[in-house]
């Protein structure tokens, strides 16, 4: 691949940029202790609604999707938004600004790619006009979902419904105020062979029979105002109309779903890295420790190295793996993925943690970002599928190629 950015891509760049710039950073802190008032939990910060909405008038909204999915769409290529998604990254709550959040961006691929122009106009029209949000349903408390197959969810047939009955958990934006669509994934037909038992399913967020039992943490943060959500669905009835592309096209439409997504987490996760090591060497320039800078200790100075190195391999290994998707789709770039996934979230988890030390305790707590950011990055690991999955995966198909 060309590892120069086009001109158009890079005016892309300057202008996500200047905008983050502009009227993303200047508000870091006051959006932090808003969302971390407890009153306020599950309630946006006033002002996202106004920034969307200058964000929308520059032309900077949903950057992730391609033209022929919808007119609010630049059309950029996966290699083009990568460095964009980078820059996202940098505060973990800006890329809702531009309407390029997850677990949205994901959904909005889906009902681009396989929703009737029923279920387009139902969801997808105010998914992309950053009207409402959505959650997607997978995981499930019961069953080790890493490996998928396992899911027990119930979708069964009804005359022209579906009934749904299962218990889901890590529902991520479940909790958001503005969260009224569900993607459920879920087996229409357990005696089917392994991989086209599940099916996908729009479920209305307050369909009767729904109830969000809990919001969950990781490392005691909740995510607010997103969340995770344990959910639980008992005798759930929907339009059968709701159903995507047909049953036992679950699998299907989870690996379309996921490999650009994939993409969107690591260049995200490297955003966060490169914003770690920047403050770690603001904050190692300006702190004495045993009557020197910080700066001038060779332990330091060897982590900078490490972590300038790392954060650089991950990024020119997720831009190749966009690349590769660009020209041969995800089923041709899976090995890529797969590496990328191993490779940003652990890079993110190393680079972090080095930044976190150089401010001592300032960097365990909610005074920089950066204890965010290694919450994020370590449910990366999880999320998508766990580093194991992707190495077997991985080992498996290096060995056969051979």
Known sequence: MNFEFTEKAKEWQVRVKAFMDEHCYPIEKEVHDFVENHDNRWKEYPGIAALKEKAKAAGLWNLFLA???GDLSPGLTNLEYAPLCQEMGKLTWAPEIFNCAAPDTGNMEVLAKYGTNEQQDQWLTPLMNGDIRSAFL???PRV???DATNIETSIVRDGDQYVINGRKWWSSGAMHPRCKLYIVMGKTDPTAPRHVQQSMILVPADTPGIKVMRPLSVFGYVDSPYGHAEIDLSNVRVPASNLLLGEG???????????P?????CMRLIGCAERSLELMC?????????GRLIKDFSSIRQDI???????EQARLLTLSAADKIDKFGSAGAKDLIAMIKIVAPAM?????????QAHGGMGLSGDTPLASYYTYARTIRLADGPDEVHMHQLGRNTVNQV
Do not use: P
């Open 67 to 69: 033209k022929e999915y």
């Open 138 to 140: 997978m995981t499930e």
């Open 144 to 146: 080790a979902s890493s």
């Open 249 to 259: 096209r679950g699998f299907e439409i989870a690996q379309g779903r996921l490999g």
């Open 261 to 265: 997504g994939r993409i969107h987490h």
């Open 282 to 290: 603001k904050r190692v320039k300006v702190r004495e420790a045993f």
């Open 305 to 311: 190295a490490k972590s300038r190195c790392e954060i």
């Open 348 to 356: 993110t988890c190393r680079v972090t943690d080095r930044a976190m």
